[in-house]
């Protein structure tokens, strides 16, 4: 997974990869919190099933008979205290390491919901950027049609305007040889 956000963070521009690093940070954080957890869940493991238990002094014996009943029943009764207190202390000992758990596992959920997250983000992300790009290419053939249709039209003045010329070129030799014709006209009819 590190080496996807790796390869994606490579590719992206400058806030993909920002927001890759960031999520691979945390990834690896969480990963290190979880590693620590379980290391300190198995030293306190091994430290609670590590003690001797305290009713064993009850059964230093010395080897004398107890003549007294009631000495007896005592010591019967505070074993049982001591057992029952040694059960009672282990299962709040079980009930702290699941609770502990419990956490533990509500963290890393709540680290795979940011991830997943911040995989929504980015897909959308790149959705969105997929859309931009989508509207500038649309832009940019709009631009190339309407550059060929300027090309186009430019062409098509400059076909007029050298028409037109040719036209006011006929029209003024057309005017000059009525001018020439009158005038040798008017020129024949003075004289005569």
């Known amino acids: 997974m590190i080496r996807d956000l790796s390869n994606l963070s490579r590719r992206g521009d400058k806030q993909q990869r920002l927001r890759a690093e960031r999520l691979r940070n945390e990834f690896q954080d969480s990963v290190q919190r979880y590693t620590s957890l379980q290391k300190q869940m198995a030293e306190k493991i091994r430290r609670s099933y590590g003690y001797k238990s305290v009713y064993s002094a009850?059964?230093?014996?010395?080897?004398?008979?107890?003549?007294?009943?009631?000495?007896?029943?005592?010591?019967?009764?505070?074993?049982?205290?001591?057992?029952?207190?040694?059960?009672?202390?282990?299962?709040?000992?079980?009930?702290?390491?699941?609770?502990?758990?419990?956490?533990?596992?509500?963290?890393i959920e709540e680290d795979?919901?940011?991830?997943?997250?911040?995989?929504?983000?980015?897909?959308?992300?790149?959705?969105?950027?997929?859309?931009?790009?989508?509207?500038?290419?649309?832009?940019?053939d709009k631009t190339y049609g309407n550059v060929e249709g300027g090309r186009s039209q430019l062409v098509q003045a400059a076909e007029y305007q050298k028409k037109y010329r040719q036209k006011l070129c006929c029209l003024m030799v057309f005017i000059m040889v009525v001018g020439v014709i009158l005038t040798i006209v008017v020129i024949l009819s003075v004289k005569s």
């Open 112 to 140: 795979i919901l940011d991830v997943n997250d911040i995989f929504r983000s980015l897909g959308a992300m790149v959705h969105e950027q997929g859309e931009v790009i989508n509207t500038i290419e649309a832009n940019v």
């Open 58 to 107: 009850f059964n230093d014996d010395d080897g004398s008979s107890s003549t007294n009943e009631k000495t007896g029943l005592l010591e019967e009764d505070l074993k049982e205290t001591f057992e029952q207190q040694q059960v009672l202390k282990n299962i709040e000992f079980e009930q702290a390491l699941i609770e502990e758990r419990e956490q533990r596992i509500q963290q």
